[in-house]
């Protein structure tokens, strides 16, 4: 599905699909870049949006009345950065939670069906 994406793109679709899959066989490079993009993407993702919190809650939040003035302006700045903080220590608490405790709650139960 990611390639069928990738392909796409107007003018280096093709040569992206062509270097991920490397070729048109599946093989150990394959499986190693596969690898690779899965792990290193969802740090990516992390990244841009810290980058975005950062900026939206530091520039785009003070002037919410839309005031010419600046004396009735409210700066959402720290109350922003605080409830994010706390929003994301209150998902990774329910998610380590969720890991250390019963990690197998969000698992199919196929998975313990014996194989012929």
Same mark, same amino acid.
């Given at each position: 599905?990611?390639?069928?994406?990738?392909?796409?793109?107007?003018?280096?679709?093709?040569?992206?699909?062509?270097?991920?899959?490397?070729?048109?066989?599946?093989?150990?490079?394959?499986?190693?870049?596969?690898?690779?993009? !899965?792990?290193?993407?969802?740090?990516?993702?992390?990244?841009?949006?810290?980058? !975005?919190?950062?900026?939206? !809650?530091?520039?785009?939040?003070?002037?919410?009345?839309?005031?010419?003035?600046?004396?009735?302006?409210?700066?959402?700045?720290?109350?922003?950065?605080?409830?994010?903080?706390?929003?994301?220590?209150?998902?990774?608490?329910?998610?380590?939670?969720?890991?250390?405790?019963?990690?197998?709650?969000?698992?199919?139960?196929?998975?313990?069906?014996?194989?012929?």
């Amino acid at each position: 599905v990611i390639t069928n994406l990738l392909s796409s793109l107007p003018v280096w679709g093709e040569m992206i699909v062509f270097w991920i899959w490397g070729g048109f066989s599946v093989s150990g490079a394959t499986l190693n870049r596969f690898f690779s993009f !899965h792990f290193f993407f969802p740090f990516v993702m992390i990244f841009f949006v810290f980058l !975005h919190l950062i900026f939206l !809650h530091s520039y785009g939040s003070s002037n919410p009345l839309g005031l010419e003035g600046s004396y009735d302006k409210i700066y959402f700045y720290p109350y922003f950065l605080v409830k994010d903080f706390i929003g994301f220590l209150v998902f990774f608490v329910i998610y380590f939670f969720i890991v250390f405790f019963s990690p197998l709650i969000l698992v199919d139960s196929e998975n313990f069906i014996s194989a012929n």
